[in-house]
């Protein structure tokens, strides 16, 4: 099932939205502010975004450019303004399409099912994640290497795809737990810890070489080290 982050500040038009689209399939979650919006994208992933520009906390705009940041999830902008400078505005920042309020049923869904066509023809290659022989795809949740199938646990998966998506990156080990557990999770520190030995340990009776790549930030967290 798709699934759709609606983002605008007015509870009206998120009701509308989804309204309008979740008889045909899709699943939707509404946030009312485009700080709500990005802190959502941090632990869901979504099929696509709807966002409003005209919001006060935070425009479309930046919230669109901060969602880029972590994600590249397609990006329907709607606004009731529809001067051209506004709308290259909007693709400049990331997003993959504009739509000019008032707009029908038709209309909407005409636009989401075209984006959704134009990843779906990308997708395959997309979502595989190769690191020196080591092969995560995501469509399936199946880790290899050299063709050798490595079972991991659903935590797991998620740690071992957030290290290979941001290598080099430092994540502590309260952004493990916010990211892969849940901003609201109440596990404790040595979860993480728990959960990187597994992983380290399935990867090493692989004879995939993890000591090189996973490394240890004493005092932090962890980071996965790129092999350029």
């Not at 006060?56 to 397609?74: A, F, L």
Request: glycine residues 4%; negative net charge.
């Amino acid at each position: 099932m798709t699934t759709v982050l609606l983002i605008d500040d007015e509870q009206r038009m998120l009701d509308l939205l989804s309204l309008y689209i979740e008889p045909y399939g899709y699943t939707c979650f509404k946030k009312n502010s485009g700080p709500e919006g990005i802190e959502f994208l941090q632990y869901k992933k979504v099929d696509i975004v709807i966002l409003d520009i005209m919001m006060p906390e935070m425009d479309g705009w930046t919230t669109c450019e901060k969602i880029r940041e972590i994600s590249d999830v397609p990006i329907i902008m709607l606004t009731a303004r529809n001067e051209k400078e506004d709308i290259v505005k909007g693709l400049k920042k990331g997003a993959d399409d504009y739509l000019v309020k008032p707009f029908n049923e038709e209309e909407l869904l005409s636009r989401i099912e075209a984006i959704m066509r134009r990843t779906s023809r990308t997708s395959h290659s997309e979502n595989i994640i190769r690191f020196e022989g080591l092969l995560i795809n995501q469509s399936t949740y199946q880790v290899t290497f050299q063709k050798k199938e490595i079972v991991l646990t659903p935590k797991e998966y998620a740690l071992l795809s957030l290290f290979l998506e941001n290598q080099n990156k430092v994540f502590s080990r309260e952004h493990l737990l916010s990211t892969i557990w849940g901003l609201k999770a109440e596990t404790e520190d040595r979860t993480i810890d728990s959960h990187i030995r597994n992983m380290r340990e399935k990867l090493r009776q692989a004879n995939f070489p993890v000591g090189q790549y996973l490394k240890t930030v004493w005092g932090v967290g962890y980071k996965w080290i790129s092999s350029n």
